[in-house]
């Protein structure tokens, strides 16, 4: 069993900037997925983000240039910094990994936008 803890989330201004942590209980350095999903109120649940390694990254199209995920195998943490967001990315966030086939989600941290 893995535990990943979200944690950074807030309310911000649009055109404002939050780090999103997820903190894993095991180490990710075997994890070969790890990555970001948001779920916006009445909406499904989206990719955002994932890292296979630290140098392998891939984005949501509406997300690049502004977002960027990055890893810390030391410390077991991956981080989500968004730059300049808007209103309509409003929505809980949530971690994902993946270890040997198995996918393990947090708990989600909420981020609120305002316009």
């Known amino acids: 069993q893995v535990q990943l803890v979200e944690s950074g989330g807030g309310s911000v201004q649009a055109g404002g900037s939050l780090r999103l942590s997820c903190a894993a209980s095991r180490t990710i350095f075997s994890s070969r997925l790890m990555g970001w999903y948001r779920q916006a109120p009445g909406k499904e649940r989206e990719w955002v983000a994932s890292?296979?390694?630290?140098?392998?990254?891939s984005y949501a199209d509406p997300v690049k240039g502004r977002f960027t995920i990055s890893r810390d195998n030391a410390k077991n943490t991956v981080y989500l910094q968004m730059n300049s967001l808007k209103p309509e990315e409003t929505a809980v966030y949530y971690c994902?990994?993946?270890?040997?086939?198995?996918?393990?989600w947090g708990q989600g941290t909420q981020v609120t936008v305002s316009s």
């Open positions: 994902y990994a993946n270890y040997n086939g198995v996918g393990y």
């Open positions: 890292t296979v390694t630290a140098v392998s990254t």
